[in-house]
């Protein structure tokens, strides 16, 4: 499993999730690569969560302002402790 330095886009990210989860369900993997598989679809989960709750945050601020050009500076906690939502099939 190669991982970039580089933080992925949300796009990214989910792609690369929907990959793990194929992995993951197809149950051929030893138990150590599908331990680091599943950690990795945990880290991007949360990454996915964050990006979601920054683009919310940036719509609800665009539309609390109407029709202001000016957008409001905010920030979003990392990791607010928030469990990820299990994978179904």
Same mark, same amino acid.
């Given at each position: ?8 886009? @949300? ?10 989860? *194929? +992995?993951? *369900? +197809?149950?051929? !993997?030893?138990?150590?690569? %599908?331990? +680091?598989? @599943?950690?990795?679809?945990?880290? !991007?989960? +949360?990454?996915? /969560?964050?990006? !979601?709750? %920054? %683009? /919310? /945050?940036?719509?609800?601020?665009? !539309?609390?302002?109407? =029709? =202001? %050009?000016?957008? *409001?500076? @905010? =920030? ?11 994978? =179904?099939?």
């Amino acid at each position: 499993m190669e991982r970039n330095n580089k933080t992925p886009d @949300f796009e990214e990210a989910l792609a690369e999730l929907e990959k793990l989860v *194929e +992995r993951l *369900e +197809r149950g051929d !993997l030893p138990l150590d690569e %599908a331990l +680091r598989t @599943f950690e990795r679809g945990v880290e !991007l989960t +949360r990454h996915c /969560q964050t990006s !979601l709750k %920054a %683009a /919310q /945050q940036k719509v609800e601020i665009l !539309l609390k302002r109407g =029709s =202001s %050009a000016e957008i *409001e500076p @905010f =920030s979003v906690a990392e990791d607010e402790g928030a469990t990820p939502p299990s994978v =179904s099939g």
